[in-house]
């Protein structure tokens, strides 16, 4: 896999882990509450800085959409000599190239002390997600994604297990803590999956919930609730791995309705056929 964007991704995402693992477990964090069960730190702010300069300073022009950023915004890096004799193609601005980036997804983890964080980067040119890249910086393990050409971590490729049904499986879930209101639908969704499958982990990083399902370290995974920026590169990781990602209704909407499952393909199917009763809001 050799791509100068996706270099740029991994680059960025180890500045940012580099962050990360000096400021994990001290006790000076500034922790704000964006909204109810919603932290964010300091450290949050300095890592997605550090990425959209870094990525900004080898492609001025291009878009970033940022947890911490709030809104959308087109930045325009401060320009480098390097930008500045830079050939067109490749590292050409244009506004079709939009980032979306967590710059720690798993927040309360990070806060806590609890090591399971992850950065989480992606480019989507023309709407389509093109590379993803998750970073968990603890375990210096980096799970990459190009479109069309498979996934990896640390080199190695990554394909989804071959479980036949949800007997025996691993799954991962988080409960909608955000959005207490769906809580109903999620406890009977939950219920139902929970007597076929043989366990259920709730590890608080959605990345690395999809970025596991690929690795086939989980069989699969559902969640609702999330932002474009929880999902972005780790959906097409499990895409890439030669699983399906799909809404509870097993269509295409999880980047619009934050309701997203995934598995391998018999997975995903029957997790479609235990959600879709309850998915009328979801
Ligand atoms: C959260 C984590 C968590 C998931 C939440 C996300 P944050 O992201 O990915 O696992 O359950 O829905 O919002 O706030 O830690 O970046
Ligand atoms: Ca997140
Ligand atoms: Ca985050």
């Not at 979306?100 to 992606?122: E, Q």
């Not at 809580?183 to 709730?202: G, N, P, W």
């Not at 972005?232 to 999880?254: C, P, Q, S, T, W």
């Amino acid at each position: 896999m050799n791509n100068g964007m996706l270099n740029t991704a991994a680059r960025a995402a180890r500045i940012a882990g580099k962050i990360i693992l000096r400021n994990f477990e001290q006790a000076d964090l500034d922790v704000a509450e964006k909204q109810k069960n919603d932290l964010v730190t300091n450290i949050d702010k300095e890592c997605e800085k550090a990425i959209f300069d870094f990525i900004g300073s080898k492609y001025p022009g291009h878009r970033f959409l940022g947890e911490e950023g709030g809104a959308q915004e087109t930045r325009q890096a401060p320009e480098t000599e390097a930008a500045k004799t830079r050939k067109p193609g490749l590292g050409k601005a244009s506004g079709d190239h939009l980032w979306i980036v967590d710059p720690i997804d798993g927040t309360t983890n990070f806060v806590k002390g609890i090591p399971h964080v992850a950065v989480s980067i992606a480019l989507q040119i023309n709407g389509v997600t093109e590379l993803g890249v998750v970073y968990d910086p603890i375990r210096d393990e980096m799970f990459q994604a190009l479109r069309g050409q498979g996934a990896v971590l640390n080199n190695r490729r990554l394909r989804v297990t071959d479980a036949m049904g949800l007997d025996g499986t691993i799954l991962a879930t988080a409960f909608p803590h955000r959005k207490r209101e769906l809580m109903d639908s999620y406890t009977a969704i939950l219920m139902r999956v929970f007597k076929e499958c043989a366990d259920i982990r709730r590890a608080g990083t959605a990345s690395l919930d999809l970025a596991y399902v690929a690795a086939g370290r989980l069989d699969g995974y559902f969640e609702l609730g999330l932002k474009p920026w929880d999902m972005a590169a780790g959906e097409l990781m499990v895409r890439e791995a030669g699983g399906i990602v799909a809404d509870f209704k097993g269509g295409n909407d999880y980047m619009k309705s934050g309701s997203v499952l995934c598995g391998n393909p018999k997975i995903a199917k029957r997790l479609v056929a235990l959600a879709r009763e309850d998915s009328a809001n979801l």
